[in-house]
């Protein structure tokens, strides 16, 4: 069974760059086809796609984030990461990470890892 | 703002239909995928591609789609199908996704 488990920091100050990283266990981040994913949730707010990654490198990047946004593939672990730059107190949220299924017939997230609160905050 | 609208509140008595819906125009040219949230919990697929259940969604959840409104239908709801349900699917552009604001689903 494929399961999905954030890491990183849970403390960000401000300007600062906030990097987590998900771990893939119960099958291989290199298969073909699948995207792995970022989502955020601010608190008491809806969800929000902050960008995507195959394993060959290709991504696709929320345009408001773009700029600030790097994503990154490390196939040897079996993990992607997210870095975001210059971070201020609205990217405080629950970051998940999920697989990704992209094609434009069939588009899904699935499953997605618990997630983990990151505050930014001096 | 989200390119993909939902409704913030809808409420079924418990044992009836109801349908949650989500608009945008991108909908005319892919489909959506649907999730659900509860509280403290991360989100998990009960839709995808228009009518395709994952393994383990019970019959009582469906999709379907016409022109810019995708639709999620739970077909005798049950009290633990209380929930947040977020739709999402490629933005106008097709090269990024987009989660609708979500609608808080109330089992009276």
């Known amino acids: 069974q494929l399961q999905l488990q954030e890491s990183g920091p849970g403390l960000v100050k401000p300007s600062e760059t906030l990097s987590l990283t998900c771990t893939v266990s119960?099958?291989?981040?290199?298969?073909?086809?699948?995207?792995w994913g970022w989502i955020r949730q601010p608190p008491g707010k809806g969800l929000e796609w902050i960008g995507s990654?195959?394993?060959?490198?290709?991504?696709y990047s929320n345009p408001s984030l773009k700029s600030r946004v790097t994503i990154f593939v490390d196939t040897s672990k079996n993990q992607f990461s997210l870095k975001l730059s210059s971070v201020t107190a609205a990217d405080t949220a629950v970051y998940y990470c999920a697989r990704h299924w992209p094609l434009v017939g069939e588009n899904w997230f699935d499953p997605w890892g618990q997630g983990t609160l990151v505050t930014v905050s001096s | 703002s989200s390119e993909l609208t939902q409704d913030p509140a809808v409420s079924v008595a418990l044992g009836q239909t109801v349908k949650i819906t989500c608009q945008g125009d991108s909908l005319r040219s892919y489909y959506a995928s649907w999730y659900q949230q509860k509280p403290g919990q991360a989100p998990i697929l009960v839709i995808y591609?228009?009518?395709n259940r994952p393994s383990g969604i019970p019959d009582r959840f469906s999709g379907s789609s016409s022109g810019n409104t995708a639709s999620l239908t739970i077909t005798g709801a049950q009290a633990e199908d209380e929930a947040d349900y977020y739709c999402n699917s490629r933005d106008s552009s097709g090269n990024s996704w987009v989660f609708g604001g979500g609608t808080k689903l109330t089992v009276l």
């Open positions: 119960g099958g291989s981040i290199s298969r073909s086809g699948y995207y």
């Open positions: 591609a228009k009518n």
């Open positions: 990654i195959h394993y060959s490198g290709s991504t």
